[in-house]
């Protein structure tokens, strides 16, 4: 027996290689689509457990509904891109004039 540990990587060819790799990056991405989805979950429980106090606060929840909606194909049409990015200037604006 040897102290010294062997990369088993070196000893296959380029194609399994590739392979490994591929199959270790999936994973890291489902890993952290997984933390992603957690973290969302949390938040909109937090989102929903009070009504907002302040304008500041109902600006929030929106900005996070229009962040979701931006990631769909329905918010893809620039009319609606557009919209979306003045409605967010319009939250920092007017939340700065406060």
Do not use: C
Request: glycine content about 2%; aromatic content about 6%.
């Amino acid at each position: 027996m040897t102290d010294k540990t062997i990369k088993l990587d070196q000893h296959r060819g380029m194609s399994a290689q590739k392979a490994t790799d591929l199959r270790r990056l999936l994973s890291g991405v489902e890993a952290d689509k997984k933390a992603l989805r957690s973290r969302q979950e949390a938040l909109e429980k937090q989102l929903i457990s009070k009504p907002a106090t302040t304008w500041e606060e109902a600006a929030e929840k929106a900005r996070y509904l229009l962040w979701l909606f931006a990631s769909t194909q329905a918010a893809q049409d620039p009319r609606r891109k557009k919209l979306i990015a003045n409605v967010l200037d319009d939250f920092k604006r007017l939340s700065v004039d406060h």
